[in-house]
C-alpha cells in the first residue's frame, strides 16, 4: 500500500535540515548569485528544478537520499521520488501562503521540542544523541525550526483541503464489500490500560529555592538590569518557548492552564512582571506583551521543582502498597484509581487511559502510541495484571510514579466490519482524503511553471503533468 503523502514529505523535512543552499546553473537565480557577489568558483550547488519560482537545489536532493526515509529507503525509483516530493513540498506551501496560513512561533518551538524529546528517548540519553548528530541539542534546534515550519504549513494546508470529507457507514460497507478475506486490512495489536499515578512530594526548600530565584529575577526587570526576555533565554525551562525570550505567542484563555491563564490574563501593564504562579508545568512568573481581542501575547520564565531519589522511593512505596492490596483483592483496580490516582485525566474514568486524535477518541491503543514507560511495562503483562511501580514522565513534563493494569489485549487479525469498523472506516476516510490531495496537486501542476533538468524527464512520476 502506498504511503500516505503527509506521511513522506514528514520524513522529508526532517531529513533536509542543513542543507547547504549556494546555487547556480538556473536563469532565474543567476541574478541573486550575481546581487549577493559569490564567486562563480565557490559555487557547489545546482538548481535541478524550479517550480513557480521556487528552485529545489542537488544538495536538498542528496542529502534527502543520504537520510533515507524511516520505511527502508527510497528505493529503485528515488532519482526521481525525492525530486518530486520536494516539488510538491513546495506546491502546499505556496498554496497554503495564498490562504494565509500561519504557523505560529509557539507552535514551532513546541513542535521541534517534541522532536528532540522523542529522538532523546529512543537514543537514550540527550548526550547520546548529540553524539550522534555531531552536534548540540541547541544546534538542532536552530536547524529544525525552518523545516518544522514547512512540514506544519503543509500539514495545515492538506487539513483545510480535506476538512470537509465525510464517510457513512454505508460507504464502509461498500468498499469492503467485495475484498477476499485474504485482502482485508491488517489490524495491529491493540492494548487498554488503566493507570494510578502518585506524584513525588517536592521539598518545601525546593520550592523555597525556585521562589526565591524567580523573585531576583523579577527584582532585575524592576529594576532595568536585565530585560524579561534575556532572563528568559538565560534560565526558562520551558525550552519551547525560552528561545523566543519566553514569549508565547497570541493564545486563548482555554489554551492555556487555568491558574497561569488566570494571572495572564489578569495582567494591563506591560512594564509590570505578575506574582509567582503554580501551574501543572511547575511556577512561572509572567509578562505581558500585547492583546488582540479574545487572545492574550506573554513572555513567561518557568522554573521546575527537582525531585529527589528519596521522594520518589517513597511515591514507588506507596504505589506498590496499592498494587499488592489489589491483588490480594482488598479493593479494585478501579476503585483505587479514582479514589488515590493523581492523574486528573483519568481517575474519573476509572484510570482507563484515552487515546485521542483530530478525529475520535478511544480506550483502545496501539503498543507504540502509548507512553514509552507504560509501553514497556505491559508488553510482557498478562490481562488482568497489575504491574510493579516505575517512574515516568506525564504529559506536563513532570516524574510521577505509576502502576498500570492490562485491561485487554485483541491481537493483530484481519480486519471484521462487526468488530473493526472504526478502523476500517478510518482507512476508507484516509482513502479519499488521499485521492483528494492527489487530485488536488495534479491541478495545480497544471497551473504552475516548472522546469527541470534534462535527466528528470524520462522519470516515472507519481503525479503526471510535470513534464509539459
Known amino acids: 500500500m502506498r504511503k500516505s503523502l503527509f506521511f513522506v514529505l514528514c520524513s522529508l523535512f526532517f531529513s533536509t535540515a542543513g542543507a547547504q543552499t549556494i546555487v547556480a546553473d538556473s536563469d532565474s537565480v543567476k541574478s541573486v548569485v550575481q546581487e549577493d557577489n559569490i564567486n562563480p568558483a565557490s559555487v557547489v550547488d545546482e538548481v535541478v528544478w524550479v ?9 536538498e536532493i542528496e542529502v534527502t537520499r543520504l537520510q533515507g526515509d524511516p520505511d527502508g529507503g527510497w528505493g529503485d525509483n528515488a532519482n526521481c521520488r525525492i525530486p518530486e516530493q520536494i516539488a510538491v513540498q513546495k506546491l502546499f506551501v505556496h498554496q497554503a501562503e495564498i490562504d494565509s496560513i500561519e504557523v505560529s512561533e509557539n507552535e514551532i518551538s513546541q513542535g521541534v521540542e517534541q522532536r528532540i524529546n522523542y529522538w ?39 487539513e483545510k483541503l480535506v476538512e ?40 518545601q526548600e525546593e520550592i523555597n529555592r525556585i521562589k526565591d530565584e524567580l523573585r531576583s529575577y523579577s527584582d532585575r526587570v524592576t529594576n532595568g538590569e536585565a530585560t524579561f526576555a534575556t532572563l528568559a533565554r538565560l534560565y526558562s525551562e520551558d525550552p519551547g518557548s525560552a528561545r523566543q525570550g519566553g514569549e508565547l ?42 492583546r488582540r481581542g479574545d487572545k492574550i501575547n506573554c513572555r513567561h520564565i518557568l522554573m521546575k521543582p527537582r525531585v529527589s531519589g528519596d521522594e520518589i522511593d517513597a511515591a514507588k512505596l506507596r504505589l506498590d502498597s496499592i498494587a499488592n492490596d489489589i491483588r490480594s483483592e482488598k479493593f479494585t483496580f478501579e476503585a483505587a484509581a479514582t479514589l488515590l490516582s493523581d492523574d486528573k485525566d483519568t481517575r474519573s474514568n476509572n484510570g482507563l487511559m484515552a487515546n485521542s486524535t483530530e478525529s475520535s477518541r478511544t480506550s483502545r491503543f496501539r503498543i507504540q502510541d502509548l507512553p514509552s514507560e507504560v509501553a514497556h511495562t505491559i508488553e510482557k503483562m498478562q490481562v488482568g495484571e497489575v504491574s510493579d511501580a516505575f517512574q515516568m514522565t506525564n504529559s506536563k513534563g513532570k516524574t510521577v510514579c505509576a502502576i498500570v493494569k492490562l485491561k485487554s489485549r485483541v491481537d493483530e487479525h484481519r480486519a471484521t466490519i462487526t468488530g473493526d469498523f472504526q478502523d476500517m472506516q478510518e482507512i476508507v476516510l484516509a482513502k479519499r482524503r488521499q485521492q483528494l490531495i492527489h487530485d488536488w496537486v495534479v491541478k495545480k501542476i497544471k497551473n504552475i511553471y516548472v522546469r527541470m533538468n534534462p535527466q528528470y524527464t524520462d522519470c516515472d512520476f507519481e503525479y503526471e503533468g510535470w513534464i509539459k
Not at 517550480?51 to 544538495?59: M, R
Not at 537514543?123 to 534546534?141: H, Y
Not at 467485495?178 to 493507570?195: A, F, G, K, R
Request: glycine share 4%; no cysteine.
Open 120 to 158: 532523546i528517548q529512543m537514543v537514550g540519553s540527550k548526550e547520546k544523541l548529540e553524539e550522534m548528530r555531531r552536534m548540540s541539542v541547541t544546534q538542532m534546534r536552530q536547524e529544525m525550526r525552518d523545516e518544522y515550519r514547512t512540514m506544519m504549513l503543509v500539514q495545515k494546508m492538506q
Open 51 to 59: 517550480v513557480g519560482d521556487e528552485p529545489i537545489l542537488k544538495s
Open 249 to 290: 505567542g497570541y493564545v486563548g484563555r482555554g489554551m492555556l492552564d487555568p491558574a497561569f491563564a488566570t494571572a495572564a490574563f489578569n495582567l494591563t501593564d506591560p512594564k509590570k512582571v505578575s506574582k509567582i504562579v503554580e501551574s501543572e508545568f511547575g511556577y512561572h512568573i509572567i509578562q505581558l506583551i500585547d
Open 164 to 203: 470537509n470529507i465525510k464517510i457513512s457507514p454505508a460507504e464502509v460497507r461498500n468498499y469492503f464489500k467485495d475484498v477476499p478475506q485474504d485482502s482485508l486490512p491488517l489490524i495491529p495489536t491493540t492494548v487498554e490500560v488503566q493507570i494510578i499515578t502518585q506524584t513525588p512530594k517536592i521539598a
